[in-house]
């Protein structure tokens, strides 16, 4: 257990519906960071939130959004989603608001299907 | 956005072997790191590289970082089935100003068979 927790593990869905992925980061961990993982794209960062603030924004869709609330648990909302947003999502937790060379802790990642 | 290329992209070996995977950039790196992945797990830090020139050794496996901060490699020895795993680079840019994330590279699929 990384202490990193994600949930639901699975989720199968159909085309233009709407999920929300959640994440609660490893104790005393500030910083969230949303990771997508599909076979042709690789691990691909989103978006990543520090104390409840948005900090730093990569390749996430306009049709994704994400938020961090006051207990630091993160949430990743998909919506009008499509078959290519099939992929592991991944949450990572660290201590820092910017990359100092220290490691991120994973969680075990939610398989989306979207059918 | 800095690219991490990662080779092989598979590799398939046999119990006892050595081999060493690869990873390259265009970019100076502040520094490195290697996280294994098995399935149905996020990655998992091994190590983390700072210094140009720098090696590691963690058991059978020995990490290398580029005197130029652009490369890096990770060598197994005598190569176990309990290896097989996602083998990801990362990196986190030079500092720019902005906020720096850790960025992967496209990763090396070890299969090592019994």
């Known amino acids: 257990d990384s202490g990193v927790t994600q949930t639901p593990k699975h989720l199968i869905t159909a085309t233009g519906q709407r999920v929300t992925l959640r994440c609660s980061p490893r104790?005393?961990?500030?910083?969230v960071y949303w990771y997508q993982q599909s076979l042709d794209q690789g691990l691909q960062f989103l978006i990543q939130?520090?104390?409840?603030?948005?900090?730093a924004k990569g390749n996430i869709l306009e049709r994704f959004s994400a938020q961090q609330f006051p207990d630091l648990h993160s949430e990743l909302n998909l919506s009008s989603l499509e078959l290519g947003d099939s992929a592991l999502y991944f949450c990572?937790?660290?201590?820092?608001?910017?990359?100092?060379?220290?490691?991120?802790?994973f969680g075990s990642g939610t398989r989306l299907t979207v059918v | 956005t800095q690219l991490l290329e990662q080779s092989p992209q598979f590799l398939s070996i046999q119990e006892g072997e050595n081999l060493t995977v690869y990873c390259n950039s265009s970019?100076?790196?502040?520094?490195l790191q290697w996280y294994r992945q098995e399935p149905g797990e996020g990655p998992v830090l091994l190590v983390t590289?700072?210094?140009?020139?720098e090696v590691k050794k963690l058991k059978r496996l020995t990490f290398q970082f580029g005197d130029a901060r652009k490369d890096s490699s990770l060598h197994i020895t005598a190569a176990q089935p309990g290896d097989t795993g996602l083998y990801l680079c990362?990196?986190?840019?030079?500092?720019?100003?902005?906020?720096?994330?850790?960025?992967f590279g496209s990763g090396t699929q070890l299969t090592v068979l019994p």
């Open positions: 939130y520090y104390n409840g603030e948005e900090r």
């Open positions: 104790s005393g961990d500030l910083s």
């Open positions: 990362a990196g986190g840019a030079v500092p720019s100003g902005s906020a720096r994330q850790l960025t």
């Open positions: 590289v700072v210094t140009g020139g």
């Open positions: 970019s100076v790196f502040s520094s």
């Open positions: 990572a937790s660290s201590e820092h608001s910017d990359w100092l060379g220290y490691g991120y802790t």
